[in-house]
T-cell receptor, first 113, second 114 residues
Framework: KQEVTQIPAALSVPEGENLVLNCSFT??????LQWFRQDPGKGLTSLLL?????REQTSGRLNASLDKSSGRSTLYIAASQPGDSATYLC????????????FGKGTKLTVNP | NAGVTQTPKFRVLKTGQSMTLLCAQD?????MYWYRQDPGMGLRLIHY???????AKGEVPDGYNVSRLKKQNFLLGLESAAPSQTSVYFC?????????????FGPGTRLTVL
């Protein structure tokens, strides 16, 4: 059974700091790995999607990497801002017959001014 | 485009009552999903649909039914609500069947069953 783990569960940093959020998955047979952002009381917003054949994806100050062999993905946020404060979720899209995204429990990020 | 919308935003039910959650998308997406999000559990897939008239079970389908009579709408029904179904429910949609596309999420419905 695929399990997705995110460490740490919560992170507090000062504004301007570069930071890394971690995501690990137990089954390397994934189709892709996605990172989402969730603001309090809101739905999820897709940030980056990395296909299994890719090593990384970049969007603005965000860079996500994927290492299938070690079962790890990281989300790098450069020059963090208070507006980056949110919960960040990673989700593994499994290969196989059933349609399924397996989500981690998220990392709650607080960027202090 | 409104994207993915969910109705209602909040609801309180008594045990045994029934209700239907409505999800609507205006992006002409083929795939639609219902998830529930519980503290400490992450998001879990309840049911999904790969096109109009189709439905399939996800990870936690018991106690729920779904219907996709129109491409733009995906309904989630609770026939006899239980306190264990207290949760935040999210609907999502995706354009194609290649799994290369991301899912777009609605704002959620917060359901409390007393």
């Amino acid at each position: 059974k695929q399990e997705v783990t995110q460490i740490p569960a919560a992170l507090s940093v000062p504004e301007g700091e570069n930071l890394v959020l971690n995501c690990s998955f137990t089954d390397s047979a994934i189709y892709n790995l996605q990172w989402f952002r969730q603001d309090p009381g809101k739905g999820l917003t897709s940030l980056l999607l990395i296909q299994s054949s890719q090593r990384e994806q970049t969007s603005g100050r965000l860079n996500a990497s994927l290492d299938k062999s070690s079962g790890r993905s990281t989300l790098y946020i450069a020059a963090s801002q208070p507006g980056d404060s949110a919960t960040y979720l990673c989700a593994a899209n499994l290969r196989g017959g059933s349609e399924k995204l397996v989500f981690g429990k998220g990392t709650k990020l607080t960027v202090n001014p | 485009n409104a994207g993915v919308t969910q109705t209602p935003k909040f609801r309180v039910l008594k045990t045994g009552q029934s209700m239907t959650l409505l999800c609507a998308q205006d992006m002409n997406h083929e795939y639609m999903y219902w998830y529930r999000q519980d503290p400490g559990m992450g998001l879990r897939l309840i049911h999904y649909s790969v096109g109009e008239g189709t439905t399939a079970k996800g990870e936690v389908p018991d106690g729920y039914n779904v219907s996709r009579l129109k491409k733009q709408n995906f309904l989630l029904g609770l026939e006899s609500a239980a306190p264990s179904q207290t949760s935040v429910y999210f609907c999502a949609s995706r354009e194609s069947g290649t799994r290369a596309d991301t899912q777009y999420f609605g704002p959620g419905t917060r359901l409390t069953v007393l």
